[in-house]
């Protein structure tokens, strides 16, 4: 299972009264500008998407040689969300869900290490969904999903997800055959069914306090083919080749066609998806960071409110500790 990366510690010394403004205008302007790129991905009614009308080699106006700047503002992106996450964590209230899905070498661990960097793993775990274990087939599908939802203030990262139950499954039927589910239930309207359910959940979930981001990383079948001659021809590179990836790319039209639908059938307003162009790699990171601050702040987040009687505690107890010699 992946691992979030340690935030650096805070100085022990207070910041100026200038330097919480700047910081706080910094935020905000981060804040604004995510908002804006976010909105140029995001899918908040599939009833019209096609996948053919989003170019997964698409940067949005911008060119290679702003790559530097583009890593720039992923690091002050970080910061950004770092700040959110604090929040998120503090006010107790909200937990958001992360979903990321995508084709095999798309980027999603890269896109994972980079854009949550900057989070503290006390408030944030990772999961991986690979094959279901037996016990997993034991039990409904979303079972193994649902017993790694978020906590209340923190942040949950699927890597694959229930989604996989639209995709692989649907593209490979024998995989349905190990679920045991009663013949009478496996009609010709399944995936419809397990579609419409999805959507459902989702909309339980927002109801209790845990909003989705979920982000497709929209790789293009030739960019796919380079990557993996990257991990043939890189030694550093070899433990991530498989064989499957390169069986798995026979039924590249199925899990496209795959994808739009599950898109299609999920995307709305409170749980939106994002078709994030996974081509260049520097680009893909900048968007989805982007995604993520503009989820979470999309929960009006702000630190407890503290009262008289707190301050007036605290008060109390400042002075106690300016007391000591």
Request: positive net charge.
């Amino acid at each position: 299972m992946p691992k979030a990366t340690v935030r650096p510690s805070r100085t022990p010394s207070q910041p100026s009264a200038s330097a919480k403004t700047s910081s706080i205008s910094s935020h905000t302007a981060i804040i604004r500008k995510a908002g804006e790129l976010a909105k140029q991905c995001r899918i908040t009614h599939g009833a019209k998407f096609r996948l053919k009308d989003h170019d997964p080699a698409d940067t949005m106006g911008f060119k290679s040689e702003d790559e530097p700047r583009a890593k720039q503002a992923l690091e002050a992106g970080v910061q950004t969300l770092s700040k959110l996450q604090d929040m998120l964590y503090a006010q107790d209230k909200w937990a958001a869900l992360l979903i990321f899905q995508g084709m095999d070498t798309a980027g999603k661990d890269g896109v994972v290490k980079h854009v949550m960097s900057g989070v503290n793993p006390t408030g944030c775990q990772v999961f991986s969904f690979k094959e279901p274990s037996s016990d997993d087939l034991d039990h409904d599908y979303l079972w193994r999903c649902i017993k790694c939802l978020p906590n209340r203030g923190h942040i949950g990262i699927f890597n694959r997800s229930y989604y996989e139950e639209v995709l692989v499954v649907r593209v490979h039927r024998t995989l349905l055959d190990k679920e045991n589910i009663p013949p009478s239930l496996v009609t010709r309207h399944i995936w419809k069914e397990r579609l419409e359910d999805i959507h459902n959940f989702e909309r339980y979930l927002h109801r209790n306090g845990i909003i989705t981001g979920k982000f497709f990383l929209n790789l293009s079948k030739k960019e796919q083919k380079q990557r993996l001659l990257e991990r043939a021809d890189d030694p550093d590179k070899n433990w991530k080749f498989s064989t499957s990836d390169i069986a798995e790319r026979e039924y590249w039209d199925d899990y496209q066609d795959a994808f739009e639908d599950m898109i299609r059938h999920t995307a709305t307003k409170e749980n939106p998806w994002y078709v994030i162009p996974a081509d260049h790699k520097w680009f893909a990171r900048i968007l989805v960071s982007a995604a993520v601050i503009h989820t979470l702040d999309r929960l009006n987040l702000s630190y407890p409110h503290v009262d008289k009687a707190k301050l007036a505690e605290i008060q109390k107890a400042k002075e106690t500790l300016l007391a000591e010699p």
